[in-house]
């Protein structure tokens, strides 16, 4: 059975995703905080037939990251697509306003845990020739411009990006995808196109068709 681990797994489009994997026999790992809420998601998709369990990280902690995803096993796709807590570290701040000090703990949620999550899944799938790590941020990582009041999120989800790109290209002809999937959309709030079910079908999608580097998803008033 192939595993995919969801890091930042929450009610929306996380366990969407959950599912629309599992519907295809997919077991399924999902990481995030609160230990709580995990084994809420778990008990949801097992009741739907899917294999799932549930290990609270936080993607700031590289050494709890990576002993989560470990407990979940081998991994054949890693969806990385964490939601930022609401702290004051990681509020946003406009793009005229934006210091060193409120990029960095941008850049250690984005940057920090995209590299700590991979770097704990190439090893393995570099070594049997095949996998997928899928990394999703906000729009803006892709376009800075659209949202300037968002300017230090965009600075970090675009390091992310550019990581996700660069690993793309260098491990493609070792059997292993990557792609960067950047949202633009208020998820939940508009259309069936803004429905997080949809959103997952998205990523089964990419997954899939395994071309390309960046597939952004744009549904925006």
Known sequence: MPTIAIVGAGPGLGLSIAKRFGREGFAVGLISRTQKNLDALAAELEAAGVTAAGFAADVTDSAALGAAIEQIGPIDVLSFSPSAPDNADLRPVAITE????????????????????????????????????????????????????????????????????????????????????????????????????????????????????????????
């Not at 968002?150 to 992310?160: C, E, K, P, R, S």
């Open 98 to 221: 934006v210091t060193l000090a409120s990029v960095q703990p941008q850049l250690e949620f984005y940057l920090g845990g995209g590299i700590a999550a991979a770097q704990q899944v190439l090893p393995a799938m570099t070594g049997r020739g095949a996998g997928t790590i899928l990394f999703t941020t906000g729009g803006s990582s892709a376009n800075p411009g659209m949202m300037p009041a968002f300017g230090n999120i965009a600075i970090g989800a675009g390091g992310l990006r550019t990581y996700a790109l660069s690993l793309h290209a260098a491990v493609a002809e070792q059997g292993v995808y990557v792609a960067h999937i950047p949202l633009s959309v208020w998820i939940g709030h508009g259309g069936p196109e803004t429905q997080p079910d949809t959103i997952a079908e998205h990523y089964w999608t990419v997954y899939t068709g395994r071309e390309g580097a960046e597939h952004p998803y744009v549904a925006l008033p």
